[in-house]
């Protein structure tokens, strides 16, 4: 079992930076990896990023490639999401999810996740 909590969302002016946090509680937390995923108004919830368990290899969409940087502690244990150069198009609520077990390929889907945390609000104006 994995309990998230997700935290730093807030209002913030195009072009700004914010940094998500996401509390991680429970024993298998430190051999999932981790992923960030958002959710627009009247949207599909889509892929943000993704770390593996060690905190080694990462993997980005290409929307937030270059703006974004995932990373974690295993010792906290957390997984932040820091976000540069903001846009519009960035407003959503970002969710932070663990994904048990080991493999190969990066995760991208929902459904490839097991737990979620409940979402934190970042809005972004222009």
């Known amino acids: 079992q994995v309990h998230l909590v997700e935290s730093g969302g807030g209002l913030v002016q195009a072009g700004g930076s914010l940094r998500l946090s996401c509390a991680a509680s429970?024993?298998?937390?430190?051999?999932?990896?981790m992923g960030w995923f958002r959710q627009a108004p009247g949207k599909e919830r889509e892929f943000v990023a993704t770390i593996s368990w060690s905190g080694g290899p990462t993997y980005y969409a290409n929307s937030v490639k270059g703006r974004f940087t995932i990373s974690r502690d295993n010792a906290k244990p957390t997984v932040d999401l820091l976000m540069n150069s903001l846009k519009p198009e960035d407003t959503a609520v970002y969710y932070c999810a663990a994904r048990s077990g080991s493999y190969y390929y990066p995760g991208t889907k929902t459904d490839q996740y097991d737990y979620w945390g409940q979402g934190t609000q970042v809005t972004v104006s222009s």
């Open positions: 429970g024993r298998a937390f430190s051999s999932a990896a």
